[in-house]
């Protein structure tokens, strides 16, 4: 039984490998961008975060995430690194709220 598991793990793996490309295409266009918008906004962007501006990088835990906006259909905004799309995310993309936790920051000398 076990040998089943890692026979089903190295087909997915492989699976994916061979169809990495195909995956990152589809995931993009279902938020409203193309590989070419991307790498348009990424040079557009000098390679950097729409918020907090820092290079996006890998090895350093900035990863490249194509923001959008949510509705149907969905619209490309900027590119943000994975730490500012998951608080924007966290915050329901409210500005109110962001504006709310930045004058909480700000009031405990932050």
């Not at 589809?26 to 348009?40: D, I, Q």
Request: charged content about 30%; some cysteine.
């Amino acid at each position: 039984m076990e040998h089943d598991k890692e026979k089903k793990k190295k087909y997915h793996k492989e699976y994916y490998e061979s169809h990495k490309e195909d995956w990152k295409k589809a995931m993009l266009k279902r938020y409203g961008w193309t590989p070419e918008s991307v790498e348009a906004a990424r040079v557009a962007q000098n390679n950097t975060c729409a918020i907090c501006k820092k290079v996006f990088s890998q090895q350093r835990g900035h990863w490249l995430c194509p923001d959008h906006k949510h509705g149907q259909p969905p619209k490309p905004r900027r590119l943000l690194c994975n730490t500012c799309n998951t608080a924007i995310g966290l915050l329901m993309d409210s500005p109110g709220l962001c504006e709310a936790a930045a004058e909480y920051l700000r009031a405990w000398g932050e």
